[in-house]
């Protein structure tokens, strides 16, 4: 399995402001995604994280809001932008080994408040 | 969008106690995962179904995938209280994960 850690761990943010998020590796990994679960929820797919091309983003999730970053195998950013109360959640990055039919392994998360 | 549900959405059991969770898809899975997340955890894969009808177990937990792949549970046998967490499934391509099962066990 992969090692993955994630950057910041937590965080407390004005509301109008950014966060980037990293997400690292410890080897390659074709597939990297990033996930979003409220407090007690359920896991929600924001978007795969494409080396070289732009993300694949899911429903309800626009590139505005959520861009991203994927420059090698090995690591990835997820910038939370012009954020509200609303985007508070943890937010997950996970790498699997080809396609999403494979397991994933998750970083342990970057809890997100906005005040 | 595709959906896979998950009930029930809690289960307290006293420790020793058995506990299932199940898991539904409206249409055909290529396979289903299953993943554990202690509390203030983040999810740990425990295991992936691919064959119509098959049964894995891994010490006191077993997991089936139904005939027609749409459906698929996980059975804690003389549950323990390692066993808190919430257990989720997941299915589709991008993976769509269950709302999980919430287990609480009782000592």
């Known amino acids: 399995s992969a090692v993955i850690s994630q950057k910041p761990s937590r965080d407390i943010c004005q509301r109008g402001t950014s966060l980037t998020i990293q997400c690292q590796v410890d080897s390659q990994v074709t597939m990297m995604f990033w996930y979003r679960q409220q407090p007690g929820q359920s896991l929600t797919l924001i978007a795969t994280a494409n080396q070289g091309s732009e993300a694949t983003y899911e429903s309800g999730f626009v590139i505005d809001k959520f861009p991203i970053s994927r420059p090698n195998l090995t690591f990835s950013t997820l910038t939370v932008s012009n954020m509200s109360p609303e985007d508070s959640s943890i937010y997950l990055c996970?790498?699997?080994?080809?396609?999403?039919?494979?397991?994933?392994?998750f970083g342990p998360g970057t809890r997100l408040t906005v005040l | 969008g595709q959906q896979v549900m998950q009930i029930p959405q809690y289960q307290h059991v006293q420790e020793g106690e058995d506990f299932t969770t199940y898991c539904n898809s409206s249409?055909?899975?290529?396979?289903i995962q299953w993943y554990k997340q202690r509390p203030g955890g983040h999810p740990v894969f425990l295991i992936q179904?691919?064959?119509?009808?098959e049964v894995k177990k891994q010490k006191r937990l077993t997991f089936q995938f139904g005939e027609a792949k749409k459906n698929s549970s996980l059975h804690i046998t003389a549950t323990q209280t390692t066993d808190v967490g919430t257990y989720f499934c997941?299915?589709?391509?991008?993976?769509?994960f269950g709302k999980g099962t919430r287990l609480s066990v009782i000592a």
């Open positions: 249409t055909t899975l290529s396979n």
């Open positions: 179904l691919v064959k119509s009808g």
């Open positions: 996970s790498v699997g080994r080809a396609s999403g039919a494979n397991e994933q392994f």
């Open positions: 997941a299915g589709h391509t991008p993976l769509v």
